[in-house]
């Protein structure tokens, strides 16, 4: 059984800390699927990922070999690459049954109050549904858990 993991985003950008986390998850030897809410951010963090010291392969869905992708970026909520991990951006939804199945899932939000908002519906939903939950910010310029279900 998995967990959700919910990053509050105070000191790093969104781009830096999916890299990270990405990163993480692919020495952990997990497929991951990163599902957002809107194809032109997708398109956005695709284009940012394969740049800089955050470089990171991956593959926009849509595309002719999205099951053979270890990292899928997509707006859908099914995982067409076998995904074992699931990073939620912007307030992407996901389910306790996804939590259940699935290695990690990890919930990206930014420290503004429709994030803040969406982020609290999310964790008191999972929290309801009996899944394992911890809450991460980096408010204090390194990662700190505030809270643990």
């Known amino acids: 059984m998995g967990a959700a993991y919910f990053y509050r985003l105070t000191q790093r ?4 800390t999916l890299s990270m986390l990405l990163g993480k998850a692919r020495g952990a030897g997990w497929r991951v699927a990163v599902r957002g809410c809107d194809m032109s951010r997708m398109v956005h963090l695709d284009n940012r990922l394969w740049q800089g010291d955050g470089f990171v392969p991956h593959g926009l869905a849509g595309g002719d070999h ?3 992708q270890p990292i899928l970026l997509t707006t859908q909520s099914d995982c067409p690459n076998g995904a074992t991990c699931i ?8 389910t306790a ?3 259940a199945r ?3 899932v990890c919930v990206l939000f930014e420290d503004y109050d429709e994030a803040l908002s969406t982020a609290r519906r999310q964790w008191k939903a999972l929290k309801d549904a009996g ?19």
């Open 66 to 68: 999205d099951a053979a």
């Open 97 to 99: 049954e996804e939590v």
């Open 102 to 104: 699935m290695e990690r």
């Open 131 to 149: 899944a394992s939950a911890q809450y991460w910010s980096d408010e204090s310029g390194g990662w700190e858990k505030k809270a643990e279900t």
């Open 87 to 94: 990073m939620s951006v912007d307030g992407a939804e996901v």
């Open 13 to 16: 950008s969104m781009e830096d």
